[in-house]
């Protein structure tokens, strides 16, 4: 079997499509599977066609992984109106896209929300009744779209595991030190990198979907660097996912600051988002029946980390006042928010 690994398509359709027929994906090879690490939709004009592509693949070929934009999908479905985030992060889109409405829309529901913003400062704004309108017709629409029933079936897990490769979104569930971080939250900190906040979870493989949903926001590297996947790599096993910006590994590990999108290919970490939105390139990690790694430019080799990689360290202590520091400034945030 030859397997074909993407992720954070966004909604990019065309790129796809493209991508894979160049790197030789052929949906109708019974000896070819694709791994699609999360993200599907989102940020692009093409979520039909990256539904339609997926869907055409047998189910048995096609390895679908949910990512942190699948869980906003749902989340927007329970709303009675889009958070600034649902625009910017391209949800609202989607479901336009899904509900047969076009880019005017977007931009009128988008205008509406700033307006009702007028309210939060004491100006009495309601939103307009048409507009409300319009959002409830793209929502019953998109919880009734086959899309939606896709997205919902037992095709998409929480991760695969294949030989010495684990495929992930982010990273895999950990535990949080709750009582050590002074309240602080779990996704306040998985978000914002506070690593030292969590500890393994030896039976990660059994992390229930909430859990799961938490591990899809953090920064891989950040967690890996940390040694919360260093019970796997006992194993040898190598952590492949997307989420976080290729170029942002290529300049952490390799010192690249070229805006480099291509795949990093450490020796036990593998990223494969080329945020595509802003690139226009979605990368494809490609592994032979003889289990050698390629991506549509060629054969991938190690390269060893940048020496001050190795040298970066952070005394116990000092992290904890920064620790401490940061926990005052979001107990003032939500103290004013």
């Known amino acids: ?29 019974k000896n070819h599977t694709l791994i699609v690490c999360g993200d599907v939709f989102d940020r692009g004009t093409d979520t039909v066609k990256v539904y339609n592509y997926l ?34 992060n391209g949800t609202v889109l989607t479901f336009a896209q899904i509900a047969g409405y076009g880019l005017d829309t977007v931009y009128d529901l988008r205008a509406a929300d700033n307006q009702g913003l007028a309210s939060m400062f004491g100006d009495k704004y309601d939103m307009p009744k048409e507009v409300l309108d319009i959002w409830r017709d793209i929502k019953k629409k998109v919880r009734e779209s086959e899309i939606t029933k896709w997205l919902q079936s037992k095709q998409w897990v929480n991760y695969y595991e294949l030989d010495k490769y684990i495929f992930v979104h982010s990273f895999i569930p950990l535990i949080f030190k709750a009582e050590e971080y002074r309240g602080m939250t779990e996704d306040y900190c998985i978000y914002n990198g506070w690593t030292r906040a969590f500890e393994e979870k030896p039976n990660w493989r059994e992390a229930t979907n909430e859990e799961w949903d938490k591990a899809a926001w953090g920064c891989p ?55 595509t939105a802003w690139s226009n390139q979605i990368n494809v990690l490609i592994i032979d029946e003889d289990g050698k790694c390629y991506d549509q430019k060629g054969l991938l080799t190690y390269k060893k980390p940048h020496p001050i990689i190795e040298t970066v360290t952070l005394d116990v202590d000092e992290y904890k006042k920064l620790v401490n520091k940061e926990y005052e400034k979001y107990a003032n945030d939500v103290t004013n928010s």
């Open 55 to 88: 869907k055409a693949i047998p189910k048995k070929r096609c390895i679908l992984i949910k990512g942190n934009h699948e869980s906003l999908y749902f989340d927007l479905l329970t709303k009675y109106y889009p958070d600034s985030y649902d625009f910017s």
């Open 1 to 29: 079997m030859k397997y074909f690994v993407v992720s954070d398509i966004h909604s990019f359709g065309n790129i796809l499509a493209k991508t894979l027929k160049k790197c030789g994906f052929d949906k109708r090879n």
């Open 221 to 275: 590297y950040k967690f890996f660097d940390e040694g919360l996947f260093n019970q796997e790599l006992k194993n040898d096993k190598i952590l492949v996912c997307g989420h976080y910006r290729c170029s942002e590994f290529n300049e952490h590990y390799l010192y690249d600051f070229t805006d480099n999108h291509d795949i990093y290919f450490g020796k036990n970490l593998i990223a494969i988002d080329a945020t």
